[in-house]
């Protein structure tokens, strides 16, 4: 699978959008930055993939860590039902 990426002029590529939190730009430096450090080669797994595993597992330690522990608010603060937190936390070896 290759890569499927537009390449910005330098200027647009670091101008951040005005609408974007400070996340968000976070996110897009650092995709910005991989994408010019992969090139041309290939992704492997796929880049949305990638992002996702390396994301999760610090959010999900984050979040449950912010809470002290507590999985049921952990998980409310995430969106997301407590088994599928409890899920997700053994799938990235957090239980």
Excluded: W
């Amino acid at each position: 699978m290759s890569v499927n990426a537009v390449r910005l002029p330098a200027a647009e590529a670091t101008r951040p959008v005005a609408s974007q939190s400070a996340l968000g730009e976070c996110v897009s430096r650092t995709v910005r930055r991989y994408l010019a450090d992969l090139g041309d080669a290939d992704c492997g797994e796929g880049l949305h993939a990638l992002v996702i595993r390396e994301v999760e597992g610090p959010l999900l330690r984050e979040v449950l860590a912010f809470h002290d522990g507590n999985q049921s608010r952990a998980a409310v603060a995430l969106g997301i039902n407590r088994a599928t937190l409890r899920k997700k936390l053994a799938a990235h070896g957090l239980l």
